[in-house]
Each structure stands twice: as structure tokens, then as C-alpha cells.
């Protein structure tokens, strides 16, 4: 008498598990495509809002660049005198040293910290004294501080430094183009140089590259371009 038993057969069993795996694997790419595919977007959102914050900075600094009071001419007082300097470039690029120095009004009304001060009644006078060596305001003189800003790229470390603390990591690259007029007396920007005459400055392009050290997302390229007010524009 012969017996039929049901069940599955080794060749159906086999094929259960090939079709699991298969279906596993699928799963599995699919899952690691998604969270690749969302380390990728956060890294990328990461540096756009690091690029966001220093160039906003930047350019709140630079648009202040050249504030030294009402009047065009400021008597300077200053240690060594080195407020003429910062008078006559209010903004320097060194390309070979990686480095922008903003001579720049302080962001801020509560901003303690100033290397310059300029004491002026807006008619007649102004002067420039170096902190700590300026005298009381006189009557109907107003006090306008000045800082001294340099943000420097530190290419071993891919490291951007503000006045030598640092600020950002993970800079690729930092350079900066000025916007300059035809003549110290036009307004409009007739084209971009590393080697501005100051007097022509109107604006300043800032171009900033950052990358990601977990390799998460690809080198994103921000660029801004900053007016210069103020005494230069």
C-alpha cells in the first residue's frame, strides 16, 4: 500500500530561502540608501549653515567697513599712528597669506572691545586715539569706536581663524574679490580684482568652500557679495 505524505521539498524549501534573501537584500539596500541618503542631506545642511553664519558675519563687518565718523578727514592721535592706516584701507586681502582685515565699526551696541576710538562733533573736528588713551568727550562730541578684524584660512589645519582664535573648520578654500569703479568718483562697479585702489572699493565678493570630514556629502562653493558703505561707497 503506498503512502502520500504532503509537505514541501527540498527544492521548494531552497527556493523559499533564495527568494527570502533576495527580498532581505533588498530591504537592506533599500534602507541603506535611505539612511546614506539622509547623512548626506544633514552634512550638507550642516556646512550651508556654517558658510551662513561666517559670511553673514563677514559682511556685517565689511558694509561697517571705513565708519570713522561724519567728516572726511580725522586727525590722527593714535599710538604710532597706526589709525592711518587703518583710514586709508579700511579693507586689505593678502592672497598670499590667505587673510582679510576689516577696519570695521562694532556689530552691536553692547561690543566692549575697540583698538580705536574717534571723538568728533560731526562739524569741525574729529580725532582718532588708540584705547585707553582718549580723553573725555567735550561738549557736543560723539564717541564712534573702531575695530581692527583679521579672519585668516590656516591651510593645514583647512581652519579659519578670527583675529587667531578659531572660528570654522573644515575650509577647503577662502578668497575674496573687490567690485571697483572706473574712478575713485563713480559708483558702479566696473569689475572684480585682488589689487584694489582703496578709494574704488564698492563692494567685496566673498567666496568660501567647505567640505564634509566624513566624506558624507560632495565640496559645496558658497559665494556673497558685500556692498561697501560708508566713506568708500
Known amino acids: ?8 521539498g527540498l527544492v521548494e524549501i531552497m527556493l523559499a530561502l533564495l527568494i527570502s534573501l533576495v527580498m532581505s537584500l533588498a530591504l537592506a539596500q533599500v534602507f541603506t540608501t535611505a539612511k546614506s541618503t539622509n547623512l548626506s542631506q544633514n552634512a550638507s545642511a550642516s556646512l550651508q549653515e556654517d558658510a ?3 559670511l553673514a558675519k563677514m559682511v556685517r563687518e565689511i558694509r561697517l567697513a571705513g565708519m570713522f565718523g561724519c567728516l572726511g578727514r ?6 604710532g599712528g597706526r589709525f592711518s592706516d587703518a583710514f586709508n584701507t ?3 586681502w593678502d592672497a598670499r597669506q590667505k587673510s ?9 551696541a553692547d561690543s566692549p572691545w575697540h583698538e580705536w576710538i574717534v571723538h568728533t562733533d560731526c562739524l ?3 580725532t582718532a586715539w588708540s584705547r585707553g588713551h582718549a580723553p573725555s568727550l567735550q561738549a557736543g562730541e560723539i564717541a564712534l569706536p573702531v575695530q581692527r578684524h583679521v579672519y585668516r584660512l590656516n591651510e593645514q589645519r583647512h581652519e579659519l581663524t578670527l583675529d587667531g582664535q578659531p572660528l570654522l573648520s573644515n575650509i577647503r578654500a577662502f578668497s575674496v574679490l573687490f567690485g571697483v569703479a572706473d574712478s575713485a568718483s563713480e559708483p558702479g562697479i566696473a569689475r572684480y580684482t585682488h589689487q584694489p585702489d582703496p578709494a574704488r572699493i564698492r563692494s567685496v565678493r566673498l567666496t568660501l568652500t567647505l567640505f564634509d570630514p566624513a566624506d558624507r556629502t560632495q565640496e559645496q562653493t558658497f ?8 566713506r568708500l561707497g
Open 1 to 8: 500500500m503506498i503512502t502520500h505524505t504532503k509537505g514541501f
Open 52 to 54: 551662513r553664519f561666517v
Open 74 to 79: 580725522v586727525q590722527d592721535s593714535s599710538v
Open 90 to 92: 579700511p579693507v586689505q
Open 100 to 108: 582679510l582685515t576689516v577696519m570695521t565699526a562694532p556689530v552691536g
Open 124 to 126: 569741525t573736528l574729529a
Open 223 to 230: 559665494n556673497l557679495v558685500a556692498a561697501v558703505r560708508n
